[in-house]
């Protein structure tokens, strides 16, 4: 089986399979420039060649293995051969076979699937544990016997402090967490994760597994990671890398989405109704209601001859292309085609003969036309003129009874927005023009809305999108755009949601990112965060109003203390200071208004923010964890916002190994709680 000893041996056999593989991928480097067969091939090649020596040459220091498997009589295909298992597939010496097998191949999913009830041809199964890129200890489970038991490493390794970005967790997926990230590349599905369920890291390695899986498809098409903000991906950026993916884009949809800059705030009232389903029918509307009927007959010149087309035949032009529902932009340049093809036909009937030449000539002759019937517009010209006010086309606005989207009927616009919700989204001041218009986050949706009717957006592979229950109606469309064609694999936890137009139903929200016959799982089981931390966040759930089901933690570590104090401000120093005492992260989470007296005063006792300790605010936690959380003042959040309950218990379960709830005030009501400390 191996002795420890041996182990070490084999971990020296791993660290030469890397350099091989680095000094291979350098000289291939070098050769590719002479191997291409044209300029194009020889582009791709370098490329990729360039891409994998960069890859092996920044790959992060770190064991080079995890697992092992050796597969006894009950396998038919693997029957007395071990495979150690690792984030990388590392090649054997001269060809031979590969001395650590990639976690994702089909052989590796036994490592995560097996156990001693169905043991999947496995004998035995070893987790190494490690100090740095030291080997210090293995366990084994005999399967095959019937020997599982809980392990002492997945445990260390799950309970590990958190210090800097988040870890993949390849040495520690769970048999409900590897159905997910193997699932199908057709398939989009939704993760309900309560807190400290992993779902975040299922959805990366979800990514990592399907390029692996399906790479030349995917990089083609391309994944795309969306995370809900900036501290979000800086938390999440060393994940794929570790797993040997980089060419994953990851951002957030704000700046997806950032065709302007922002200068402008919305009243939460106008950023509802900018934010609602209904705005897409607006707009759209607004749109294409640019384009007019023909009202006369066109007569281009072609030398001394004019070429007329009528204005019967221009209007049927006009009305079949409206009919296909294509994007605006690619309308105006089919009803362009059809009119060139219209005149060349009475050319070619006249026994002339239509070159490339003449036909770039008659295109741009019928300019002129095109933009009085289908004019051309950029997506701030049609917002802008939406937001102005009422419409002055005629037959519309004061015209037609001072409706601005058409007739007013039982109070919406044409069934659309009411009287209330015009006024709100409307300019008090509107600008001169358009280039001195302000647009606000909410805009930007809107602009990508409209930018999509003009024309189709790239699309991905596949995209991956977390914290997905805080997305409205209208930035659900704006992800459904960039996964028309690919799949999704969305990831979020309804009692988290804590904007104004925040999920409750997945189904619902499903369909709304345009993959209404997804599956929703949950996730239940957190492995990040301690029970008693659970246990306290749990008895909010009743006030949140949504149906998910309680979180059940793996751990039975981990410490909660609740402290009433008479100076939040020194309470929470005192805190931070018994804090530093433990190995790990802190994190000081506070209401946002808190945020900058409580830094002051940690920075007063020489405790400045650094990698150890963060103090944030309670509106960028989301996502986060800390070894330990001293969380300020319940109450502050709670009564911050209107879903502050539900930013309260996302503050709540940030701590995976300590959490000190630390009040001035009474704590909120619907937070039940045990006695609280001296």
């Not at 009202?295 to 007329?308: I, L, T």
């Not at 105006?332 to 490339?356: C, D, P, W």
Request: charged share 30%; hydrophobic share 40%.
């Amino acid at each position: 089986m191996g002795t420890l000893d041996e182990e070490r041996q084999y971990v020296e056999r791993c660290k030469a399979g890397l350099r091989r593989m680095l000094e291979g991928a350098r000289d291939n480097v070098i050769i590719g420039e002479t191997v291409a067969g044209d300029r194009y091939s020889a582009e791709r090649l370098g490329r990729h060649l360039k891409s994998l020596a960069k890859e092996l040459s920044e790959e992060p220091e770190g064991p080079p293995f995890f697992g092992r498997l050796d597969f006894g009589t009950g396998s038919a295909e693997h029957r007395g051969r071990a495979y150690h298992i690792g984030r990388r597939h590392i090649t054997g010496e001269h060809g031979g076979p590969p001395v650590v097998i990639d976690w994702r191949a089909p052989v590796s999913r036994a490592f995560y699937r097996a156990s001693a009830r169905d043991p999947q041809g496995v004998a035995l199964r070893r987790r190494f544990g490690w100090s740095g890129t030291t080997l210090t200890s293995f366990e084994d489970e005999r399967l095959e016997r019937g020997e599982e038991g809980e392990s002492r490493i997945l445990a260390a390794e799950i309970e590990r402090p958190r210090v800097g970005p988040m870890r993949d967790i390849v040495a520690t997926i769970q048999p409900e967490q590897d159905d997910l990230v193997r699932a199908e590349l057709d398939t989009s599905i939704c993760v309900q994760g309560a807190p400290g369920t992993g779902k975040t890291a299922v959805g990366l390695h979800r990514a990592a597994y399907l390029l692996y899986a399906h790479r030349q498809r995917l990089e083609r098409s391309g994944v795309l990671v969306l995370g809900p903000n900036r501290a979000f991906l800086g938390y999440i950026s060393a994940v794929l890398p570790a797993l040997g993916e980089v060419d994953v884009e990851q951002t957030t949809l704000e700046r997806l989405l950032a065709s302007a800059p922002v200068t402008a705030v919305d009243s939460e009232a106008a950023a509802m109704v900018k934010h609602d389903v209904r705005m897409a029918e607006v707009l759209r509307r607004a749109l294409y209601r640019r384009i007019a009927k023909p009202v006369e007959p066109v007569a281009v010149a072609d030398g001394s001859y004019r070429w007329r087309v009528p204005e019967e035949e221009l209007r049927r032009i006009v009305d079949d292309t409206r009919r296909e529902s294509l994007p605006y932009g690619v309308g105006r340049e089919r009803v362009r085609a059809r009119m060139v093809a219209a005149i060349q036909r009475q050319a070619e009937a006249r026994g002339q003969t239509a070159g490339a030449a003449w036909t770039r000539k008659i295109s741009r002759a019928v300019t002129p036309f095109l933009d009085a019937v289908w004019p051309a517009v950029k997506p701030e010209e049609v917002l802008y003129e939406v937001l102005r006010g009422p419409a002055k086309a005629p037959g519309e606005g004061a015209a037609a009874g001072g409706s601005r989207d058409g007739a007013t009927v039982d109070g919406k616009r044409d069934g659309a927005l009411t009287e209330a919700e015009w006024e709100a989204i409307s300019w008090a001041k509107p600008p001169r023009s358009v280039k001195s218009a302000k647009w606000t986050a909410a805009d930007l949706v809107l602009l990508d809305e409209i930018a999509a009717l003009i024309e189709r957006p790239r699309g991905y592979g596949h995209v991956i999108v977390d914290e997905a229950q805080d997305l409205s109606p209208m930035e659900c469309r704006a992800v459904a755009r960039r996964s028309e064609h690919g799949s999704l694999t969305v990831l979020g936890d309804l009692a988290q949601g804590t904007t104004p137009w925040a999920a409750s139903s997945w189904p619902e929200r499903m369909a709304l990112l345009g993959k209404p016959d997804g599956q929703v799982i949950a996730l239940t089981t957190g492995f990040r965060v301690p029970a008693a931390v659970v246990e306290l966040a749990n008895t909010l759930l009743a006030a949140l109003g949504t149906q998910v089901p309680a979180t059940r933690s793996y751990r039975s570590d981990g410490r909660l203390r609740v402290t009433r104090v008479t100076g939040l401000e020194k309470g929470v120093v005192a805190a931070a200071r018994e804090a530093m005492a433990f190995e790990g992260s802190i994190g000081v989470i506070a209401a946002d208004a808190d945020v900058e007296a409580l830094t002051s005063a940690l920075r007063d006792e020489g405790m400045d923010a650094d990698e150890r300790l963060t103090v944030l605010p309670a509106s960028l936690a989301k996502g986060l964890e800390y070894d330990h959380v001293i969380l300020a003042e319940p109450a502050a959040i709670a009564e911050a916002e209107r879903r502050g309950l539900n930013r309260l218990y996302v503050a709540l379960t940030r701590a995976v190994s300590r959490l000190d709830v630390v009040h001035a005030r009474p704590l909120p009501p619907q937070l039940s709680h045990p006695a609280e400390a001296a």
